[in-house]
């Protein structure tokens, strides 16, 4: 599985940007596909993710009423709409992914598939 970020950029506190991530490779039809970040001398930390199933997603408390995340009708590629950025928004933002649905508790470590990250820099 291989998995391609994009979108990632630098924008003023309030402003919006749209990451996308585009998968293939896939043996299995049925991922969870999230979205992480990492700011310096931070844990990876979980934003969102999206079964690819059933489209059932989940949001992070701290992006929540900011971020939709939407997964495409081809079902390779996911979305994050982040929009009112705030600067503790800046990190680098990873796609990965996990065959079957999203787990109860999201780890970084529990998933086998990633991208090479984009970064997000909120001023």
């Known amino acids: 599985v291989q998995l391609v970020e994009s979108g990632g950029g630098s924008v003023q506190a309030g402003g919006s940007l749209r990451l996308s991530c585009v998968g293939s490779?896939?043996?299995?039809?049925?991922?969870?596909m999230s979205w992480f970040r990492q700011a310096p001398g931070k844990e990876r930390e979980p934003v969102a993710g999206?079964?690819?199933?059933?489209?059932?997603?989940y949001l992070a408390d701290s992006v929540k009423g900011r971020f939709t995340i939407s997964l495409a009708s081809t079902g390779n590629t996911v979305y994050l709409q982040m929009n009112n950025l705030k600067p503790e928004d800046t990190a680098m933002y990873y796609c990965?992914?996990?065959?079957?649905?999203?787990?109860?508790?999201?780890?970084?470590?529990?998933?086998?598939?990633w991208g090479q990250g984009t970064q997000v820099t909120v001023s």
């Open positions: 990965a992914a996990i065959i079957g649905p999203c787990p109860s508790t999201v780890v970084a470590g529990s998933f086998p598939y």
């Open positions: 999206i079964y690819t199933y059933d489209g059932q997603p």
């Open positions: 490779g896939y043996t299995y039809s049925m991922y969870c």
